[in-house]
C-alpha cells in the first residue's frame, strides 16, 4: 500500500528541481506515457529526458497535488503545474508567460519505485497562457 507522505516525498522531489532527486523515485524497467511525447518514456533515461524538456522549458515548475486516491500499488493523482515559459517546448520559443495548468497522473508502484506512469495535462491552457489559443469566453 502507497501512503500519503511517498506522495508528498514525489511532488517534493518534481518541486525541488533537481533532476537525480526525481530520478530516485523511478525504477529502471519505468514505462511512460505523457500527452507531449507520443513516443512514450522508457526506463529511466526516458524520464530523464521527460524532466530535462519540462525543465528546460519551465525552470521554474512547481507542481500542487490536488487530489490523489491511493490503491494497492496504483496511485491516481491529480495536479498543479505552473512555471514561466523560459524554453522552447513542443517546438515552440519561449514567450516568457507564466503558465498555470492541471492534470492528471496514473502512476503504478513495485517495491518503492514508479515502474509505469501515464500522464494527461490540458495542452490548450497552456498554449492559451502564452497566447497561441484564445481565452475561452
Not at 518534481?14 to 505523457?34: H, T, V
Not at 524532466?51 to 498543479?80: M, N, T
Not at 503558465?99 to 490540458?122: P, Y
Not at 495542452?123 to 492559451?128: C, D, H, T
Request: glycine share 10%; aromatic share 10%.
Amino acid at each position: 500500500m502507497i501512503e500519503h507522505t511517498y506522495i508528498h516525498a514525489f511532488i517534493e522531489a518534481w518541486n525541488s528541481g533537481e533532476p537525480a532527486r526525481i530520478l530516485a523515485f523511478y525504477g529502471q524497467e519505468y514505462e511512460g506515457q505523457e500527452i507531449s511525447d507520443p513516443k512514450g518514456q522508457h526506463g529511466r533515461q526516458g524520464v530523464e529526458q521527460m524532466i530535462r524538456k519540462f525543465f528546460d522549458a519551465f525552470p521554474d515548475l512547481a507542481i500542487q497535488p490536488i487530489d490523489w486516491v491511493c490503491e494497492g500499488d496504483k496511485v491516481s493523482l491529480y495536479w498543479e503545474a505552473t512555471g514561466t515559459h523560459n524554453g522552447r517546448i513542443l517546438n515552440i520559443p519561449p514567450t516568457r508567460k507564466k503558465v498555470a495548468i492541471q492534470g492528471a497522473s496514473l502512476i503504478q508502484v513495485k517495491d518503492g519505485l514508479i515502474i509505469s506512469g501515464r500522464h494527461l495535462w490540458d495542452l490548450a491552457a497552456m498554449l492559451r497562457h502564452i497566447g497561441l489559443l484564445p481565452a475561452l469566453s
